[in-house]
């Protein structure tokens, strides 16, 4: 098998913190800067799977980057450069508490939460008579709490968020219609590329008063994508729709006995399965950006990133 990044521990100059999340490893130079290595760990109903899909870390780290260069005439955001095909490096802002959860169409827990009689999801009213897969006459705002880790994040109302002093009404109104032009952005990229963005997250920061896009950005780890040229056909039909996401992980898995419930083992990857998930990342890829995926050499990639990074501290601190 292929060299993979699986966690990374790197002593960079000027470093103050590491943080290792589930699938990022997040470096704190000089309380000025972040160094975020996306590795390729893989998680699944909340639980990261003990190996390491090759490319993985590249495939999200380049969406990333590109769709941050796509919408910076929109909003300003963290990045300064990506010194590595697996890195990110970019200014330190204050997050906001809150996620912004971009939705198109009655799907995921929209729909759980409808189908379970609720007819308004964040005080959004929603018509009767929908049906899951539906598309909404223009997208909706559902914003998240962004809970602490081991938690979930919660529904929660423009108007709670503005009461609970989260965000002033003054940024939320900004950070909204934000939300509103990048996911525009993103679903005429996809259209060109014959998918449907059809929901998404954003979370945003703040810097010296200024308000700035931060994290990831229409990668298929924060975003859900159907396939535009059956989609109607298949919705009037009453036929679930392609998607392009990570979901086949979650059903493998589950067709292996495993949903993350307490006492259940994580299934052994063969080899095999391991290259398949590789392959179908490296396709979402190519189907999301319209762009030839570029496989970099995986023989000493932590050696790799680890000087990559320290060429562009260097040339970034003179």
């Known amino acids: 098998m292929k060299n993979t990044v699986l966690r990374t521990d790197f002593k ?17 130079i000089n309380d000025e800067i972040l160094l975020m290595v996306v590795t390729d760990r893989i998680s699944a109903f909340d639980v990261v799977l003990p190996r390491g899909i090759p490319y993985k870390g590249q495939v999200l ?15 300003p955001n963290w990045k300064i450069a990506s010194p590595d095909p697996n890195v990110t490096a970019g200014i330190i802002c204050k997050p906001y508490p809150v996620e912004m959860i971009v939705r198109a169409y009655l799907t995921g827990s929209s729909w759980r939460t409808y189908k379970s009689g609720k007819r308004e999801i964040c005080g959004i009213p929603l018509p009767e008579g929908m049906r899951e897969h539906q598309k909404f006459d223009e997208p909706l705002i559902t914003p998240t709490t962004k809970a602490e880790q081991g938690l979930h994040d919660e529904d929660i109302t423009p108007k709670e968020i503005v009461e609970k002093g989260l965000v002033s009404e003054e940024e939320y109104t900004l950070i909204e219609k934000y939300s509103l032009e ?10 060109k590329n014959k998918l449907i963005l059809v929901d998404t997250k954003y979370e945003f920061g703040k810097k010296d008063g ?3 896009l931060i994290d990831e950005v229409h990668t ?8 535009a040229e059956d989609y109607q056909e298949r919705f009037s039909k009453g036929l679930p729709p392609r ?3 990570k979901e086949f992980v979650r059903e493998w898995l589950m067709a292996n006995g495993f949903m993350g419930r307490t006492g259940e083992k ?21 189907k999301i950006t319209g762009e030839k995926f570029i496989r970099e050499e995986l023989s000493n990639i932590n050696e790799r990133i680890y000087e990559n990074c320290m060429k562009f501290l260097k040339e970034y601190y003179g």
Do not use: C, W
């Not at 960079?12 to 704190?28: E, Q, T």
């Not at 969406?63 to 005439?73: G, H, Q, W």
């Not at 994580?266 to 190519?286: G, K, Q």
């Open 12 to 28: 960079f100059p000027g470093l103050k913190s590491i943080y290792h999340g589930k699938v990022r490893d997040v470096y704190n």
């Open 61 to 75: 780290n380049q969406i990333t980057s590109k769709f941050l260069d796509l919408t910076s005439d929109i909003i």
């Open 182 to 191: 990048i996911f525009k952005r993103g679903s005429e990229i996809a259209t």
């Open 210 to 212: 200024k308000i700035y």
């Open 220 to 227: 298929p780890d924060s975003s859900r994508y159907f396939y």
């Open 243 to 245: 998607q392009l996401s």
């Open 266 to 286: 994580v299934p052994d990857m063969t080899d095999e399965f391991v290259n398949e998930v590789s392959e179908r990342y490296i396709e979402l890829y190519e």
